[in-house]
C-alpha cells in the first residue's frame, strides 16, 4: 500500500494545459487554453433553439498569431469588455462560413485575466 499524503488523498489536481493559438485551431476540435484580446463585440440578439434560450453575442479576437471568431452566450456578454485579455479554458473550435470560430460551449469556461 502507498504512503500518501493526507492532504493530497482527496484533492483533485486541476490539470494544467499548455497555451494554444489560434494559427493552431482546427474545426471541431476541443479549445483547452487560448489566450485573446478582444477586439470587437458585436450587438446581443435573442437565440431561441432547442438547447439554448438567452442572449448571444458575436465577438472577435486575436493572439500573436491571428484573428478568430468568438461567440458570448449570457452572462459573458456583460462581463467581457473591448480590450479585455481573456481565457477559454475547455472550449470547442467549429466553422462558421469559412471562418473558424470559438465559444465556451456547454461545458468551457471565460475568464478575465487582464483590463
Known sequence: MENRPSSRKFRREKKQFRREFVKDLQPNRVVNRLELVILRIYPRRIIHSKRYNGPLAASCGR??????GLVL????IDRIRIGDVIRIESGWCSLRDGELVVSTGLSGKITVIDR
Not at 63 to 68: I, R
Not at 73 to 76: L, P, R
Open 63 to 68: 493572439d500573436e498569431t491571428g484573428l478568430v
Open 73 to 76: 452566450w449570457g452572462e459573458q
